[in-house]
């Protein structure tokens, strides 16, 4: 091999070396690399997730078809877990801290005399019809906003019913049961 051959091998590896070097430094200054503000893909850390979009309003199923299949003795002994704290259901009943509800039924809002009522309920329109005690029983804070019932509610469709047919039993001549 003449000394040309060496010469050009070596240039062909120096030239080599050369456009590695050249081709990274072009590459630093094309792309830049740059740091993210912030996370692009949050991930999960159990923390409180921010409240999505409002839940629809609850919808109260028509009483009817539950009253027609109502069981009024288990009503009743709902009211006794759920309601005797507060009221008494015997007729003539003295209040506590509701209302006494013999006869409440068809009544106007507010239906004991003497009781003091929240504005919020003995002014709302309406008398305690079937369907008015289905959306009092289901939620009474929305029924009646600033009502004095500190009661939930009570969630279970079935049971609701139930406890009307009590209230509706609560009468000398009980009001007829709607059409379902
Ligand atoms: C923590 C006490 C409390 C509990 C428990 C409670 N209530 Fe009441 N209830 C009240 C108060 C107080 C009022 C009067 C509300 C007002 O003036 O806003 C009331 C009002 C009512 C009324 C309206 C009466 C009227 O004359 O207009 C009905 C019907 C009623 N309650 C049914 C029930 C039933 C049925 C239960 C059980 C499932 C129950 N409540 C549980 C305190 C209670």
Redesign the pocket.
């Known amino acids: 091999m003449d000394t040309l051959e060496i010469n050009k091998a070596v240039a062909a590896v120096l030239i080599g070396g050369i456009s590695f070097m050249v081709a990274g430094l072009i590459g630093d200054v094309l792309v830049r690399p740059k740091r993210l503000e912030k996370v692009a893909i949050p991930i999960e850390t159990g923390a409180p997730v921010a409240a999505t979009a409002a839940p629809a309003a609850e919808t109260v199923p028509p009483i009817g078809p539950l009253l027609a299949k109502a069981d009024p003795a288990k009503g009743e002994a709902?009211?006794k877990k759920?309601?005797v704290?507060?009221?008494t259901f015997n007729e003539g009943g003295k209040p506590g801290?509701?209302?006494n509800?013999y006869g409440?039924v068809m009544?106007p809002?507010?239906?004991?005399q003497g009781?003091s009522?929240?504005a919020?309920?003995?002014d709302k329109p309406g008398n305690?019809d079937y369907e008015a005690?289905n959306h009092?029983?289901k939620k009474p804070a929305a029924y009646?906003p600033g009502?004095?019932?500190?009661?939930a509610g009570?969630s279970n469709d079935q049971d609701r019913a139930n406890?009307i047919a009590y209230?509706r039993s609560l009468s000398a001549s009980p009001a007829p049961l709607p059409q379902p």
């Open positions: 709902t009211v759920l309601c704290a507060c009221h801290v509701g209302p509800l409440v009544g809002h507010g239906h004991q009781f009522y929240s919020g309920l003995k305690w005690l009092w029983l009646a009502t004095k019932m500190a009661f009570i406890v209230l």
